[in-house]
């Protein structure tokens, strides 16, 4: 049998991919992507390499299974141990698959760090505490009707994100059949068998079926479109609810660190003027950053920090370096050149030496920016001092 391996290297994390017919669909961060195959291609035969890049739809240590037993941790379930589905019937466990993932040693980490359904992102005890889960794990919630939408299209950069870690140990438990677990509190799917059973390195118990055969699942898997525009906005709006907020600062405190110093501006509008040592050697532009598709439908997953128009570099004695956004030194921290006159940063841009080299004494940087930042996410502690998202995941 002839084989071939194939890559995915367009923009964005890819979440799912999913095989239907004679096509493959690449759901990522940046929007979602098609391969048409030949009129001869066995679907059954496309499998997903642990290796390289596996979509992962499993449960992380610690997640609660309700079972005739109570809710026990998925690490302690048995095989033969009796679930209690979301609809209250009771199924046995067949089979049990772990593994370990090393995420320091992908293509892409946030392929397989998981995603944190914080407690309450979805409604009174849904779920009922931190649930940690895979970025393709089927998310059961209720629109028209009840369907799964994977994890990585919820995220929101508030009450559901990626959580950055090295190592995660994944979990997944099959029953007789596809159905929707209870898994601390949240209804979620159960394992079917899409062709990467091998990705499990231990096992307990056997499937009833054979490798790749999974059948169908019980639910409708919804990965973009109408249904999941209007799921997002009812995370977006419980989110607010529960002490959430999005930012009101235009430039987003906008600074720079010279030399491991931070060195905050002069604003006057849309201008952020600085004052600098000639003699510094490492400068960054920095500020908050967001993300559209975290408060918004749009396909953009791109960090945005700054949008730069123009730069103006002078030190009162030789005349002043008018930089425009499209200079080619601007490589590190900046994204491409949109409509050939500005920039975006990712949150902390470089700015390299040879933009103010054979100045003197005291250098003042004015910086142009063509409107207001993203809005990003931030948390009112009880204190009420404000708590970005990103911050929030690492102090809980």
Not at 59 to 74: A, C, H, I, S
Not at 154 to 173: F, M, P, R, S
Request: a negative charge; proline letters at 5%.
């Amino acid at each position: 049998m002839n084989s071939a391996t194939i890559a995915y290297n367009g923009p964005g994390a890819v979440s799912n991919i999913s095989v239907d017919g004679q096509t493959a669909t690449f759901v990522t961060s940046a929007g979602n992507y098609t391969l048409n195959f030949a009129a001869d291609f066995n679907p059954s035969t496309f499998v997903l390499d642990a290796a390289t890049g596996t979509i992962i739809v499993c449960l992380v240590t610690g997640t609660l299974v309700r079972t005739t037993r109570g809710d026990v941790p998925v690490e302690e379930l048995r095989v033969g141990d009796v679930a209690i589905t979301a609809s209250s019937q009771h199924r046995p466990i067949r089979w049990i698959g772990s593994t370990e993932l090393d995420c320091t040693n992908v293509i892409d980490p946030r392929a397989c760090w998981p995603i944190r359904i914080a407690a309450g992102a979805l409604g009174a005890n849904k779920p009922s505490q931190d649930l940690l889960v895979s970025p393709a794990h089927g998310i059961c919630t209720a629109v028209v009707t009840d369907i799964l939408i994977p994890a990585s299209a919820l995220v929101n950069g508030a009450t559901i994100d990626h959580l950055e870690c090295a190592k995660v140990q994944y979990w997944h438990v099959e029953l007789d059949e596809h159905d929707i677990l209870v898994t601390s509190g949240l209804s979620t799917e159960s394992y079917i068998d899409h062709g990467n059973r091998d990705f499990f390195s231990e096992t307990k118990g056997s499937s009833t079926r054979s490798h790749g055969s999974g059948g169908e699942r019980c639910l409708a898997y919804v990965s973009e479109g109408p249904l999941v525009d209007a799921v997002r906005m009812q995370l977006r709006a419980r989110a607010l609810d529960i002490g959430w907020a999005l930012s009101d600062d235009p430039l987003a405190d906008v600074h720079l660190v010279a030399d491991g110093q931070r060195i905050d501006p002069v604003i006057k509008g849309w201008l952020a003027e600085f004052h600098v040592p000639a003699s510094v050697v490492e400068l960054w532009l920095a500020s908050e950053w967001g993300a559209p598709n975290l408060i918004s439908s749009s396909g953009d997953g791109r960090r945005l920090g700054l949008c730069l128009l123009k730069l103006v570099v002078e030190d009162g004695v030789a005349e002043p370096r008018h930089l425009l956004a499209d200079d080619s030194r601007l490589t590190d921290g900046f994204h491409y050149v949109e409509d050939g006159c500005r920039r975006w940063t990712n949150g902390y841009a470089r700015l390299p030496s040879s933009l103010w080299e054979g100045y003197r004494g005291l250098l003042r940087l004015t910086f142009e920016f063509a409107g207001p930042t993203v809005p990003h996410w931030i948390l009112r502690t009880s204190s009420g001092e404000p708590m970005t998202g990103e911050n929030w995941v690492r102090a809980a």
